[in-house]
């Protein structure tokens, strides 16, 4: 079996809408090998370049034509090359968790990483802002999007309703990691999570 076969063999085994990128398939070959491939598979219409070095499988809405690839799997598959950490920026975290009804207008992520704006789409860009390794320590877990929710409200905004909202978004074992993580966040945060943690009291 070619490596091309290896390598479009794994590839089917994914969810159709997950990005990948050579560094995804080093079990299989040498990088040169594999970027090889990846675009023999490319040319074959097999795979689509998300971006420089990055790839997915294409997909069609009969009514939409083609369907881009997920900003958060292209973070993901970042991740994976690099080791970097993402999160929602404030406002979309504000919006996840049903703090605020306003649909951010920009594509924001926190990183541990260089801040830096990448193309996505057409006309779009993806922001990508810089946070301190400790700002992202809990980023991927319940207390990463929860922190930058906070961050959103404000220090002085985070009131009685929105504490119990997220009480109730957040389940029991999810609200106990937000415990564990408590040691990341501010201060001044504390006493909110607390009260999270302690889960609705109605």
Not at 35 to 51: D, F, K, N, S, T
Not at 110 to 123: H, I, M, N, V, Y
Not at 142 to 158: C, E, I, P, Q, T
């Given at each position: 079996?070619t ?68 900003h ?37 992520y ?14 779009g ?71 999270i ?6």
């Open positions: 079996m490596l091309s076969s290896r390598i479009a063999r794994r590839i089917a085994l994914w969810p159709r809408e997950r990005v990948f990128s050579r560094f995804d398939f080093l079990d299989l070959g040498s990088t040169d090998a594999i970027g090889m491939a990846l675009m023999r598979l490319h040319r074959r219409g097999e795979i689509r370049r998300v971006r420089r070095g990055y790839f997915d499988r294409p997909r069609q809405d009969p009514n939409l034509g083609e369907i881009s690839p997920s958060s799997e292209l973070l993901g598959a970042i991740a994976r090359r690099t080791g970097r950490r993402f999160q929602p920026g404030p406002a979309a975290a504000a919006n996840a968790l049903g703090l605020s009804e306003q649909v951010p207008m920009r594509l924001v926190e990183t541990d990483g260089p801040s830096r704006t990448l193309p996505w789409g057409l006309k860009t993806l922001r990508l802002t810089h946070r301190s390794a400790r700002d992202l320590a809990a980023a991927g877990r319940a207390g990463g999007l929860v922190f930058a929710a906070l961050r959103a409200l404000g220090k002085d905004h985070a009131g009685e309703a929105d504490l119990e909202r997220l009480g109730r978004e957040l389940g029991p074992e999810r609200r106990r990691e937000l415990l564990r993580d408590l040691r990341f966040a501010p201060c001044w945060m504390h006493p909110y999570l607390r009260r943690a302690a889960g609705p009291t109605r």
